[in-house]
């Protein structure tokens, strides 16, 4: 055997048996997967699904205190949920796979969709099918008008039904095909589309967003800038230079209570800058009823009572108008607990001073122990403890404005130095001789400064889903097919004979397609001359059988 010869009965070497085209075609396959329509509903299935736990367990980026109670509350259940991330569901790896899973699936299954339906739009209709005895609903009619006129007939009625029709001349006859309906995929396309668009809009405002909160007392101000929040929350892409210059002041606040002295809803009246210089605009707002600006909204989430207190040194050292915003802990009677601090004496010392103290709005003593009653103020009073010493504020630790240190005064760096009850007015001397008296109070309101650029974008995508949706679930596409046989021009004296076919399909709800095809034979068959008694076949159960026509074209059997 030649070399020739051996070359040509060796099998061919080709890439299809390689490694290569094996992980090819099986990356092929799972891409079809994730990019079928099935395998987007089970994502977003699963979205809605890893969300829950969300709503179910407390996160750190809304509610750190309620986290902490939980980890108090729940010593040994907590760590594991912590390890799975239920505190943080919305940042988490496996939310963020679900997240970028669907994103991607959305993706590679609507592009070749709109692909195709844009090039089916600017198509014509499909061909008539060769045995439209075979579709399920289907009518033939002998009518006694000319070929042609019969089918300009067909046509003008699909057209007035506002189908799109094609017409094709054929050796037999004329062939005509109209369809309509296609919006129906256009909605269907377009509510994915803006599902796709949705979940953009909403990555782009945790990208790009920002939200903080702030404690604001009447008479006082406020900037935005992540330095004066109390807490914050910003988008990785988001630079502190690029916030807002957002600057009010609270000038008035008012809260109304239901008869049980519960809190019913609150209003502040502030005024706005919305840079630097610009002239202060009044508006007021409310629980509902934020202030908006360039994408900027400042809502009220709450409010509460911030005592003020005049403490006198024993050297005689005056401080007035001391004052510092109470939490409530509790919404019922609206019972506060903070902290007043002064870091700095000035006496050379290089001590601080502190009262701890407790608000109630409402005021009565039990068992020698300040209670609150109701969430008005109607007899507010105060529980004060005195500290004197160091505070810790330079040790360079964050350290909340709410509280005291207690490893300062574990360490005995924080000295207390008496306590006292005191109503509005009322005095009390402590045991250095430092006398505190009780001012008064004004009331806080608590802020939330909230800038997401994707909310318009959130807005549109929800509009459109909706229309596209409405589209979707009313729109029926239908297709009609008509074959029109016999004489073009009938002789002199001869009757015309036109045989005309008809067949549809219809998908979706909505609409008779039988009363359609009823409608074009009544149509033509109401031409034909009085005299004349056409042979009809109808569609029953998919099977055609003649039937008798009355001298209008009208079943007499009412079919």
């Known amino acids: 055997m030649t070399d020739l010869q051996t070359r040509a009965v060796r099998p061919p070497i080709t890439f299809s048996q390689g490694p290569l085209h094996r992980m090819g075609r ?23 699904l890893a969300a829950v736990p969300g709503s179910l367990f407390p996160q750190r980026s809304l509610t750190p205190s309620a986290v902490a109670g939980f980890f108090r509350e729940n010593p040994d259940l907590a760590p594991v949920l ?137 008479g006082d101000g406020f900037c935005n800038s992540f330095q004066q929040y109390d807490r914050h929350i910003a988008g990785p892409l988001v630079a502190p230079e690029s916030l807002s210059p957002l600057c009010f002041d609270l000038q008035d606040f008012r809260a109304t209570y239901e008869l049980n002295g519960t809190p019913a809803s609150f209003t502040a009246d502030i005024g706005v800058q919305a840079e630097p210089g610009a002239a202060t605009r009044q508006t007021t707002i409310g629980v509902n009823d934020p202030f908006r600006s360039d994408g900027d909204r400042l809502y009220i989430t709450g409010h509460g009572f911030s005592p003020s207190f005049t403490v006198t040194l024993p050297g005689g050292q005056v401080f007035e108008q001391l004052s510092a915003p109470f939490l409530p802990r509790d919404s019922t009677t609206f019972a506060s607990e903070g902290v007043v601090k002064l870091p700095d004496l000035g006496d050379g010392s290089g001590d601080g001073f502190a009262l701890e103290g407790f608000f109630a709005p409402t005021g009565l003593i039990q068992g020698g122990v300040l209670t609150s009653v109701d969430a008005r103020p109607l007899n507010p009073q105060v529980a004060v403890i005195g500290y004197r010493g160091y505070l810790g504020l330079e040790s360079g630790e964050p350290q909340s404005v709410f509280t005291l240190d207690q490893r300062q005064i574990e360490l005995g760096a924080l000295d207390r130095i008496g306590e006292a009850n005191l109503s509005v007015g009322e005095s009390a001397t402590l045991e250095d001789g430092t006398v505190v008296r009780f001012d008064g109070f004004r009331e806080f309101a608590a802020l ?103 001298r209008t074209g009208g079943d007499s059997r009412g079919r």
């Open 26 to 48: 099986w990356l092929l396959r799972r891409w079809r997967w994730l990019t079928s329509m099935r395998t987007a509903v089970l994502l977003l299935f699963l979205l809605a």
């Open 82 to 218: 912590d390890t799975m991330g239920m505190f943080d569901v919305f940042s988490s790896p496996w939310f963020s796979a679900i997240y970028l899973l669907l994103f991607v699936s959305l993706i590679g299954c609507l592009v070749p969709r709109c692909i195709e339906h844009l090039q089916a739009m600017r198509a014509d209709p499909p061909p008539v099918p060769r045995h439209l005895h075979r579709l399920p609903v289907h009518t033939a009619d002998e009518v006694r008008l000319p070929m042609e006129t019969a089918a300009e007939r067909v046509e003008a009625d699909l057209r007035s039904a506002r189908f799109r029709v094609s017409r094709r001349s054929t050796d037999a006859g004329v062939e005509i095909s109209a369809e309509r309906g296609r919006v129906k995929e256009t909605g269907n396309l377009v509510f994915h589309l803006s599902l796709l668009a949705l979940l953009v809009a909403l990555a782009g405002g945790k990208l790009w967003g920002y939200e903080g909160s702030i404690l604001v007392t009447e």
């Open 448 to 550: 939330q400064v909230s800038h997401d650029p994707g909310q318009i974008g959130v807005l549109v995508s929800a509009i459109t889903m909706l229309l596209g949706l409405l589209v979707t679930l009313l729109v029926r596409r239908e297709r009609v097919f008509a074959r029109i046989t016999g004489s073009p021009i009938p002789h002199s004296g001869d009757e015309p004979s036109t045989t005309v076919t008809l067949a549809g399909l219809a998908r979706g709800g909505g609409g008779d397609l039988h009363q359609r095809l009823r409608g074009l034979s009544t149509s033509l068959i109401g031409d034909s001359p009085a005299e004349a008694s056409p042979r009809q076949l109808s569609c029953e159960a998919g099977h055609l059988r003649p039937s008798a026509t009355d």
